[in-house]
């Protein structure tokens, strides 16, 4: 994220009690959707594949609520520019909003959101549990649930017999062949990236409560050690904090890596690269004794506290994670689905050969830090993560200032 939006992040972060604003909320009843007239506004981000589109026009068809796509645009900071500014200003025109999981906790503490928890309630059953945990806080839901993510490693077939279950084998085997490549620039991947090693060896970065950090911890530090002393001992490329998702794919691809971290866009890239038939992927291994995590990714809707048609919104939020629209996502949009189901059903499982190891990724898949101020906290993971591998700062210092800034952060809200 840039100075100027970590900036804004406090701005709109700074102000009121949370816990205060939270009870105050707006609640959307169980069957408001069932009478429900109207017109409702989507705002989400660019319809890069129709899909969006779509979903307005099918569910307009429907019944007596009919809704309209306002496209945000592509890059998600700026999708969270133009929601905050529209919703500092309490306007009205965003009904439904496409929020990306980390935006959660900073939109309902500022009370921009209405509760649905009890909307979720009702079927609870059908969502893969971990991903309610991203529209969760202060014990209250505030979206449901809509697409999902979570990332695998990648490996080599014709130099790799069977996947290791941990982290520790991963890396011994990328020194003895041609090295793991993963996202180890100095952005939001990286933290990604080290969350799903920390989360692996049973580490934290806040309390459950979200106000108490907890990443000065010796799994933290053993962490960001074996990732430096992966690039120092050449299981990685120096290169490395230098990569976002494309670098490593391509590098990937050419064949200069035996292992890489990625999302599953990367599967059916892969497919089509000339190492096709050379390739498979596996979900997240344990790291030393702990179990395998990844970190979510994806988008939830949720309702603006502003709208002035709630029982519309709540009516199309609840058509979009409907168990049709669910599957369609994934066939025609590659969007992994939130619902536990989908993926059982056979058109899904030919549009992803890998349907089955992506739902079990996304069930042990845990979210990022659930706070109002996660741009800052995040920025302050990647930041000292980066130069610890960089070699620039040892592990141990860097998880100390990492946790200095992180206290920092959240004693801005």
């Known amino acids: 994220m840039s100075a100027a939006l970590a900036v804004a992040a406090i701005a709109v972060a700074g102000c009121g009690d949370d816990d205060e604003d939270t009870e105050s909320a707006k609640k959307v009843e169980p069957g408001a959707a069932e009478q429900a007239k109207g017109n409702v506004n989507w705002c989400i981000g660019k319809d890069t594949t129709g899909t969006f589109s779509k979903a307005v026009k099918e569910f307009s068809s429907q019944g007596q609520v009919k809704a309209n796509l306002i496209e945000l645009p592509a890059a998600a900071d700026e999708q969270r520019t133009?929601?905050?500014?529209?919703?500092?200003?309490?306007?009205?025109?965003?009904?439904?909003?496409?929020?990306?999981?980390?935006?959660?906790?900073?939109?309902?503490?500022?009370?921009?959101?209405?509760?649905?928890?009890?909307?979720?309630?009702?079927?609870?059953?059908?969502?893969?549990?971990?991903?309610?945990?991203?529209?969760?806080?202060?014990?209250?839901?505030?979206?449901?649930?809509?697409?999902?993510?979570?990332?695998?490693?990648?490996?080599?077939?014709?130099?790799?017999?069977?996947?290791?279950?941990?982290?520790?084998?991963?890396?011994?085997?990328?020194?003895?062949?041609?090295?793991i490549v993963y996202q180890g620039a100095r952005y939001e991947g990286l933290t990604v990236n080290f969350l799903e090693l920390l989360y692996s060896a049973g580490g934290k970065v806040l309390s459950d409560d979200g106000k108490t950090v907890e990443i000065d911890s010796p799994e933290a530090v053993e962490v960001l050690k074996f990732m430096a002393d992966g690039i120092e001992q050449g299981a990685a490329p120096k290169a490395v904090t230098t990569y976002k998702e494309e670098e490593s794919r391509r590098a990937f691809e050419s064949g200069g890596a035996t292992f890489m971290r990625n999302w599953p866009y990367a599967y059916s890239l892969g497919k089509d690269s000339k190492i096709a038939e050379d390739f498979d992927i596996t979900t997240f291994p344990k790291f030393g004794e702990g179990e395998g995590a990844g970190v979510l990714g994806g988008y939830d809707v949720a309702i603006s506290a502003y709208s002035k048609n709630p029982d519309g919104a709540a009516a199309f939020a609840e058509f979009l994670t409907s168990p049709d629209w669910q599957k369609t996502i994934m066939t025609e949009a590659s969007l992994p689905s939130t619902l536990t189901k989908t993926y059982d059903d056979p058109a899904v499982q030919k549009a992803f050969p890998f349907a089955v190891k992506l739902r079990t990724a996304v069930e042990q898949a845990q979210p990022r830090p659930v706070t109002p101020v996660y741009p800052q906290v995040s920025e302050a993971i990647f930041k000292n993560v980066h130069l610890a591998l960089q070699g620039k700062m040892a592990p141990d210092e860097a998880i100390k200032t990492m946790k200095g800034d992180i206290d920092k952060a959240l004693q801005t809200f």
């Open 82 to 179: 133009q929601l905050v500014q529209r919703l500092q200003a309490k306007s009205s025109e965003c009904d439904v909003l496409g929020m990306d999981v980390i935006w959660t906790a900073e939109f309902a503490a500022q009370s921009w959101l209405q509760d649905v928890s009890d909307i979720v309630a009702e079927r609870k059953d059908v969502w893969i549990p971990s991903t309610l945990e991203t529209a969760k806080y202060e014990d209250k839901y505030w979206a449901l649930p809509y697409n999902t993510n979570a990332g695998f490693v990648y490996y080599r077939t014709d130099q790799v017999q069977e996947p290791p279950d941990n982290w520790q084998a991963v890396y011994s085997e990328a020194a003895k062949g041609d090295g």
